[in-house]
């Protein structure tokens, strides 16, 4: 049994850090908030992106069977909406014009950042299939609450690690971008794998549905 929950566990945190270090819509926003406003709006938007995740954690340990008994196509359609949120998101990063150098928010930027990637996550297909269908694979629903303590902490942890490495990296990438030129084909790059993501979990969905 001590066996069977270690290989569980194990599993969880390179399956976890895995789906992270690759890029999606949440470490893409990262990489753009830390070239477009610094490493403190990088950290905030990290601080939101964890967030998200630990809200569609705990609800997958504590509420995901009462939500499917309610709506057995909760995760459809949500997966739909985001999906479509994350469509106009790419739009939106492929139509930048701007020097992301010279761009920065008037207001709040810090409580804006965090929110950004609060909503980023809320809205990210790929976390929503990793928590309301992978998780509960590995370890079972049964025995998610009884890991819930050891599944935040766990995750808190990798999360950290892989996006502080995002704005590491984002940092010292910011330095050689100086050429507009350079930045537009970056943005259309990233909002380009964004895009494709959102269209196959679309695809995906949709022919499952």
Request: hydrophobic share 40%.
């Given at each position: 049994m001590m066996m069977e929950l270690k290989i569980q566990m194990i599993t969880y945190i390179f399956t976890l850090a895995f789906a992270a270090f690759i890029p999606g819509p949440g470490m893409i926003g990262i990489m753009l908030k830390t070239i477009s406003q610094g490493k403190r709006n990088g950290w905030m938007m990290l601080f939101g992106l964890i967030t998200g995740d630990i809200i569609y954690l705990s609800i997958s340990i504590f509420m995901m069977t009462t939500i499917t008994q309610i709506n057995s196509r909760f995760t459809f359609y949500l997966t739909i909406g985001s999906s479509i949120y994350l469509l106009y998101l790419a739009y939106k990063f492929w139509i930048i014009k701007e020097n992301?150098?010279?761009?920065?928010?008037?207001?709040?930027?810090?409580?804006?950042?965090?929110?950004?990637?609060?909503?980023?996550?809320?809205?990210?297909?790929?976390?929503?299939?990793f928590y309301f269908a992978l998780v509960p694979t590995i370890f079972g629903s049964q025995s998610l609450p009884h890991l819930s303590i050891f599944l935040l902490l766990m995750t808190i942890m990798t999360l950290m690690f892989v996006g502080s490495g995002y704005i590491i990296f984002s940092?010292?990438?910011?330095?050689?971008?100086?050429?507009?030129?350079?930045?537009?084909?970056?943005?259309?790059?990233?909002?380009?794998?964004m895009g494709l993501l959102a269209l196959s979990m679309l695809y995906s969905e949709i022919n499952i549905g």
């Open positions: 992301l150098l010279e761009y920065s928010l008037k207001i709040n930027a810090s409580f804006s950042s965090y929110r950004d990637g609060l909503l980023l996550t809320l809205s990210n297909p790929k976390t929503i299939s940092s010292q990438l910011k330095v050689k971008l100086t050429s507009v030129r350079i930045q537009q084909i970056l943005l259309k790059i990233l909002s380009s794998i």
